[in-house]
């Protein structure tokens, strides 16, 4: 248990200090170099559940701490390049608060919420998700999310993206294996030079497994949307 809340500190402590810059000079990028961006942006900032698909309940909660890295290789030169030729970074670490609530009739809804500052921006994100089939003893659990972030702060950016998954899941005592595939939707426009705005979609593919110990809660979730693949770890309490 200390060395995962270590890694979430470390990671987030890793987060604060590594900068990409904060997009002033969006300009100076190709119209190429744009896109790519926005494709890694796309896999970076879109919604991750790190939770399974069974539904909380009226009475349930899931809270925590979530960091994710995603690997943005493809455009580590063209991100520099927008922050002034700060940093460059192959990876982009993003800490999260991450709330989860149960409603009636199979219903839950979920919000997170993180400043970005290797991009000196805010990221808010949201779902709501149906259980199409609550699971039990011998039946996984099935759900189908719809999802939405927004980055705030960015004053040559102004990105968001939308998503539709569905995933299932599959307790086993405390460890919860799950699983989805889904359709990302980003939207990224740009207020800087003769730059274009971008708007398309990725394809979307995640696991997990989640571990319930009781007084704490630890997920942690591989997903690939587009070409570039993320890690999430998550911290917290789920009842």
Not at 185 to 190: A, F, G, M, T
Request: neutral net charge; glycine residues 10%.
């Amino acid at each position: 248990m200390k060395k995962l809340i270590s890694l979430l500190c470390l990671a987030a402590g890793f987060s604060h200090n590594a900068s990409a810059g904060d997009l002033s000079a969006l300009g100076v990028l190709s119209q190429n170099e744009f896109r790519v961006l926005s494709e890694d942006l796309g896999s970076a900032l879109s919604y991750k559940p790190v939770m399974p698909s069974e539904a909380l309940g009226i009475t349930g909660f899931d809270i925590g701490l979530e960091v994710t890295s995603t690997d943005i290789s493809r455009s580590a030169n063209a991100l520099s390049k927008a922050g002034s030729g700060a940093s460059v970074l192959d990876n982009l670490v993003i800490p999260k608060l991450h709330v989860a609530k149960g409603l009636p009739f199979g219903f839950d809804v979920a919000a997170s919420w993180v400043n970005v500052p290797a991009i000196s921006a805010s990221l808010f994100g949201g779902e709501i998700r149906y259980a199409l089939v609550d699971g039990g003893i011998a039946m996984p659990a099935v759900a189908l999310r719809a999802a939405m972030t927004s980055l705030n702060g960015s004053d040559q950016l102004s990105f968001s993206t939308r998503s539709v998954d569905i995933s299932v899941s599959k307790g086993f005592v405390m460890l919860t294996p799950y699983a989805g595939i889904g359709q990302v939707w980003v939207s990224s426009n740009p207020n800087a030079g003769a730059l274009q705005s971008e708007n398309f979609s990725q394809g979307k593919v995640f696991a997990g497994v989640n571990m319930n110990l009781g007084l704490i809660n630890f997920a942690l979730e591989a997903d690939k949307t587009g070409e570039a693949t993320s890690y999430s770890l998550k911290m917290g309490v789920r009842w």
